[in-house]
């Protein structure tokens, strides 16, 4: 999974609480990106950044927020304004000379 | 902004057959275009790639073309094998910046 690291693998939670799932590169990379995978709707962009304290909303920002306080690390939360949680996340990096994005093995959210 | 379409949304080939994935854009200022495969419960994978600037290219059994005028790419599999089953997505924008992907294609090579 090219040096980005996602915790945990699987996560459950009740409806209504908060939930900050992680995301952690060893690949030197400037640009860290989240995605959310549902069936059939292959990979939406939720948001993404492509330096160390700024980030921009993707596609479908609702109900989510994200934070980028070092180049190694980009958490995302998933808020109680998030209508529908429940999907597989994926978080990728890009940077180096061909600029690729690389994506870890990605967390599968669950609200109960 | 940027819409990427892919089809099918299913492919079944038989094994030593060739497969090919299509898939469309919208923004002509797309100069990037990546190929991912992603098997069950992983994150996806960068298969092949293509710049704005060729019409093809090829590496083993995998090719992707690329038609600017048209603004339509295409996936070829050869000599598919079992391995090669598997979700692939299409996806266009800028090498340094957000990329957009199709919704996938689901392969199943058949014994």
């Known amino acids: 999974d090219g040096g980005i690291t996602q915790s945990p693998k699987y996560l459950f939670r009740k409806e209504g609480q908060n939930v900050t799932l992680s995301c952690e590169q060893n690949?030197?990379?400037?640009?860290m990106y989240w995605y959310r995978q549902d069936p059939g709707q292959g990979l939406r962009l939720i948001y993404y950044s492509q330096i160390v304290n700024d980030f921009q909303k993707g596609d479908i920002a609702e109900g989510y927020s994200v934070s980028r306080e070092k180049k190694e690390s980009f958490p995302l939360t998933v808020t109680s304004a998030q209508k529908n949680p429940t999907a597989f996340y994926l978080c990728?990096?890009?940077?180096?000379?061909?600029?690729?994005?690389?994506f870890g093995p990605g967390t599968r959210l669950t609200v109960l | 902004g940027e819409n990427v379409e892919q089809h099918p949304s299913t492919l079944s080939v038989q094994e030593g057959d060739s497969a090919v994935i299509k898939c469309t854009y919208s923004d002509s200022a797309s100069n990037y275009f990546p190929w991912y495969k992603q098997e069950l419960g992983k994150g996806p994978q960068l298969i092949i790639d293509i710049r704005s600037n060729v019409g093809e290219k090829k590496d083993q059994r995998i090719a992707v073309t690329l038609n600017k005028t048209a603004k339509h790419f295409s996936l070829h599999i050869t000599e598919t094998q079992p391995e090669d089953s598997a979700v692939y997505f299409c996806a266009a924008g800028h090498r340094d910046d957000k990329i957009i992907f199709g919704k996938g294609t689901r392969l199943h090579i058949l014994p």
């Open positions: 990728a990096s890009s940077g180096g000379r061909n600029n690729e994005q690389f």
């Open positions: 690949l030197n990379h400037d640009a």
